[in-house]
C-alpha cells in the first residue's frame, strides 16, 4: 500500500517552454503533498508543501511564479516549471502522507532536462 | 526543526552487520527520528522511526540512546542492494512538520 506515483517519468524541453509533473497518491488520500528536487550527488531539497484546496507554502528562496503547484484533489497535486531555463534541469520528487501520519510516501521522481 | 549529523559514507561487507550513526544533539521531547533511504536516481524510502524507545521492523532495527542525542540504524544483514544513501531526519509533531534533508550517509555495500 501507499503507492505514489509521478508522470512523467523523465522529460526533455526547450528553454522557455513549460513542463508540468503529476504527483499521484494511487491507493489513499493525502492530507498534504510536497515537492523537493535534487541536484547531482545533492540531497534532496523541499521546495513547497501543499495541502489540497489551499495554495502551496513554498520555501525560502523558491520562486512561487515559476514553479506554479496545484493540489486539486486528495489524490493529485501538479507542480508546473514555467519559463524553464537550463538551469532547472533536476530531479523533481513528490511526497505525500496521509491524515494524522507523519510518514511520507515518496513517488519515483521526474528528470528534467532543459535544452 | 532539529539538524542532524552523519558520516558521508561507508562500506560493509555483505552478509554483515551495516551499523548508520546520526547525531541529532538539539533534538527536542516531541520531536521523533525518522529514517529513508535513496537508491540512485530513485525516490527515498521508509525505513523505520522512533521517538525515545528502540525499534525493529522486517528491513532494519533502530536503536536510540537514552538522552535521545544519537540513533543508529542497524541493517542486520547487509545485501548488495542495500547500497543506498540514507538519511536520517528528526521531525516535530507540534504544528506543521516538514522534512529537512542532511546529506545523509552513503552506503556501500561490497561483496
Known amino acids: 500500500g501507499a503507492v505514489v506515483s509521478q508522470h512523467p517519468s523523465r522529460v526533455i524541453c526547450k528553454s522557455g517552454t513549460s513542463v508540468k509533473i503529476e504527483c499521484r497518491s494511487l491507493?489513499?488520500?493525502?492530507?498534504?503533498m510536497f515537492w523537493y528536487r535534487q541536484f547531482p550527488k545533492k540531497s534532496l531539497m523541499l521546495m513547497a508543501t501543499?495541502?489540497?484546496?489551499?495554495?502551496?507554502?513554498?520555501e525560502q528562496g523558491v520562486e512561487k511564479d515559476k514553479f506554479l503547484i496545484n493540489h486539486a484533489s486528495l489524490t493529485l497535486s501538479t507542480l508546473t516549471v514555467t519559463s524553464a531555463h537550463p538551469e532547472d534541469s533536476s530531479f523533481y520528487i513528490c511526497?505525500?502522507?496521509?491524515?494524522?501520519?507523519?510518514?511520507?510516501?515518496f513517488g519515483p521522481g521526474t528528470r528534467l532536462t532543459v535544452t | 526543526d532539529a539538524k542532524t549529523t552523519q558520516p558521508p559514507s561507508m562500506d560493509c561487507a555483505e552478509g554483515r552487520a551495516a551499523n548508520l550513526p546520526c547525531n541529532h544533539s538539539?533534538?527536542?521531547?516531541?520531536?521523533?527520528v525518522y529514517w529513508y533511504r535513496q537508491i540512485h536516481s530513485q525516490g527515498p524510502q521508509y525505513i523505520i522511526h522512533?521517538?525515545?524507545n528502540n525499534e525493529t521492523n522486517e528491513m532494519a532495527s533502530l536503536i536510540i540512546t537514552e538522552d535521545r542525542k544519537s540513533s543508529t540504524l542497524i541493517l542486520p544483514h547487509a545485501t548488495l542492494r542495500d547500497t543506498a544513501v540514507y538519511y536520517c531526519?528528526?521531525?516535530?509533531?507540534?504544528?506543521?512538520?516538514?522534512?529537512?534533508f542532511g546529506t545523509g550517509t552513503r552506503l556501500k555495500v561490497l561483496a
Open positions: 491507493d489513499f488520500q493525502a492530507t498534504t
Open positions: 511526497s505525500a502522507d496521509s491524515r494524522g501520519a507523519y510518514e511520507q510516501y
Open positions: 538539539t533534538i527536542s521531547g516531541n520531536e521523533y
Open positions: 501543499s495541502n489540497e484546496g489551499s495554495k502551496a507554502t513554498y
Open positions: 522512533g521517538l525515545k
Open positions: 531526519i528528526v521531525i516535530s509533531t507540534s504544528g506543521t512538520y516538514k522534512y529537512i
